[in-house]
């Protein structure tokens, strides 16, 4: 039988896992190959993270940043989607180990020729799990609602707040981590302090809100220059926002965060509502994976990989995105980053399919972008630094155009428009988290 | 000290429980009355629950249904809102009882001088409340983003179920209830099959769900002129919905619904997925109310009010919308007859202040309408019976006119634009509803 007949009889099954930014674009690359792609995901959504931080302060609503992944993926003939967690892979015998399906018991097994794994990262808190529930991270749409609910519900507390330093308690908002997201984050909620919900209240002074950027690093956005870090800490400071260069946070409960700027110097800041953004780790595939293949992982958990993106001595298995680090040429854990590994690793299938060997993978840095506030960014672009309106404006140009689909960038653009000429945001609902089993409360609020 | 003194020195307290379609507009009727008003309501959004289906089928982002209570009445300056859950009512000593207010532990009191209460209806479960796990309801914006889940998530397990009579069970729907809501909710989700889903699996046939739509009366949409619901149930066969008529469902597990059609004559259907819309009853406030004033309550649970809305010997206490009654002149519970006798209750309490008695309250019948899938509505408006497009048309104009606030009404505008447009759907987005604390795992999704 010759290889052409071979493709023709039974094409080549290439398994993405994970539908982010990275494995989408392997899953994109690989529309004209001669292979059967299966994109298996947990979620039913790709999610835009980069303005997930907008659905937590009800700028947008959860389903303008989450397309569902059959819907991107529907005119890829080549394509299909399967809802499900990948819990082991067998390199032995190419195969992937899946959890319990929908709304089924028991697993299955999915086998496959060429393995993608491109599964991100996610915040690490330090090594203390424990304190995630008292500080929710900004990384999945879960998290963004239950932040949404947790803001909003701390003005409401505090509106019937009697005694002041409860209510100041209510008012204290720290966010941990200064990278783009905690940033963005604290310029937020200062917002809405100082402006958004100013008039919706009338016993509390929303104006009176405090809000905290907490940062173990000497400067804010430590992946930008250091003159444009100076730029965005004065920005912050103009809004309203405290940022806490050179503090560690060693302790977060209900009530209070316990930060440390030097050994034993340490200061309890009694806030109810923390938002984590630090720190960065990976999923548990990744460890599986790495041991399967025997290759070590770096401190972040990052799993190493080859020049081409394989694992080394795994000519089929690619790793790419946050969870994947080049050896020798580490790079940033971007959305761009991911994007370009992704349609790497998918022209890298083809041309390993018709017999061609694929070139190095090389980045091509165009740049990053960071918002602080109403009107105000930063921006680096080759050479170019900028910081101001212009950074601003070429940010909603950027997010707008990666953002998948059209009818979300239109209501995107739409809700932003609302919001820049009212200060007002539309999306303030306190989604109902419980199922609807259960007994109705007022906790159903929070 | 005279009566204007008082008035300056002192404003009369109105407490109006509910920030639904009856409830909002009493609030707003008082905006220029000498009064102080506290709008309590448990949820921090007024719910625009002639959408909700729309949110359960993924055509609308819950946050386009859902306007925050305090933008509402934020201009209104003699007007605040709280966050609480009324527990109980004290008529003697002019108070209510409140539930843990939010994010705190125990309750507290409110008084009031005058007394609106609007709780609204929610459906019965002919009694059966544990039926409710299997069977979630249209009222709530928590039902409505449950109902998405399990949609979904049935074509999701459809489509990697091997079994084709378990398959046929996920691609099973049943709707308990024929009134606007079920009719709705039936045609929506046959389009789901028929249209929107067909191209984004590649296992299962979408086409091939069945969409039953289970009634008791012999007639869908009972409260509309019998030639209607006749066109209105050809309309849903045509569209692939199997009405089941003079059926009444008498059991309902995870697995099976159980109808009954005469006495002894059951049937067992094998469906994943049932969404209840049937049966109305009243909160547990309104049976408190009800025995505090000593006035009777009907067999749905409404309490009776004087032609003024008033209870009998409480000329201080209102009830109005689904949850009340009018004495020998019963009107249906519909969002018009809500917001008319919010407007009546309003001037009622300000035409009290300045010495004069209101007239009774007198419901202006503006019509009924429902709509039926793409392009078909009826409507009865005045002597006016109208099937098909133009009832449609009139379906869109009278929906997004009632919806609040402009950004809301543009951005639904411009979804329903493209699902027209495009025979798709762009929320749908499957809600990640535990906690973020939990540990991950592939339940998330359903």
């Not at 023709?8 to 292979?35: D, E, Y």
């Not at 980045?363 to 630094?385: C, F, M, W």
């Not at 070429?394 to 707008?400: A, E, I, P, S, T």
């Amino acid at each position: 039988m010759s290889e052409l007949e071979t493709v023709v009889s039974k094409p080549k099954q290439v398994v993405v896992v994970g539908g982010g930014f990275g494995g989408l674009q392997a899953v994109r690359a690989l529309r004209r190959a001669p292979v059967e792609v299966t994109l298996v995901d947990r979620q039913n959504f790709h999610l835009f993270q980069p303005l997930a931080y907008q659905v937590a302060t009800g700028a947008l609503s959860a389903t303008e940043v989450a397309v569902p992944l059959r819907s991107i993926v529907k005119r890829q003939r080549n394509a299909r989607v399967l809802l499900a967690e990948v819990t082991g892979v067998d390199l032995e015998r190419r195969e992937l180990a899946l959890g319990p399906l929908p709304n089924r018991r028991g697993g299955g097994t999915l086998p496959y020729d060429v393995l993608v794994v491109a599964t991100g990262s996610r915040y690490s808190y330090f090594g203390h799990d424990g304190w995630k529930e008292f500080a929710p991270e900004l990384k999945s749409l879960r998290g963004a609602l239950d932040i949404r609910a947790r803001i909003l519900g701390a003005f409401e507390a505090a509106e019937v707040e009697d005694d002041p330093v409860l209510e100041q308690a209510w008012l204290t908002f720290v966010i941990v981590g200064a990278g783009p997201t905690g940033v963005e984050m604290a310029g937020q909620i200062a917002e809405l302090g100082r402006d958004t919900l100013r008039r919706d209240f009338r016993s509390v002074d929303t104006r009176a809100a405090k809000v905290l950027l907490v940062e173990t690093a000497d400067r804010v956005l430590g992946g930008f220059t250091p003159s444009l870090s100076i730029k965005a800490l004065q920005s912050l400071e103009r809004i309203g926002v405290t940022p806490l260069l050179g503090h560690t946070v060693v302790d977060v409960s209900a009530e209070a965060v316990v930060v440390e700027d030097e050994p034993g110097g340490r200061s309890e800041i009694a806030a109810r509502t923390v938002i984590w953004a630090a720190g960065v780790t990976t999923s548990s595939l990744t460890g599986k994976l790495a041991d399967a293949a025997g290759v070590p992982v770096d401190r972040a958990g990052r799993i190493s990989v080859q020049p081409d993106l394989t694992l080394a001595g795994q000519p089929d298995v690619y790793a790419l995105g946050d969870m994947a680090r080049i050896e020798h040429a580490p790079l940033p854990g971007l959305a761009p980053v991911a994007m370009q590994e992704g349609r790497y690793v998918g022209r890298a299938i083809s041309d390993r399919l018709a017999g061609k060997d694929p070139a190095p993978f090389r980045y091509r840095d165009k740049g990053n972008l960071a918002t602080i506030g109403r009107l105000h960014a930063v921006a680096e672009v080759g050479p170019l630094r900028i910081a101001g309106f212009v950074a601003w404006v070429l940010w909603l140009g950027v997010h707008l155009a990666y953002l998948i689909g059209f009818q979300n960038r239109l209501l995107v653009l739409l809700r932003w428009s609302f919001s820049f000429v009212t200060h007002g945001r539309g999306a303030r609902v306190i989604n109902p988290q419980r199922p609807s089993g259960a007994s109705d409360g007022p906790q159903t609020i929070v």
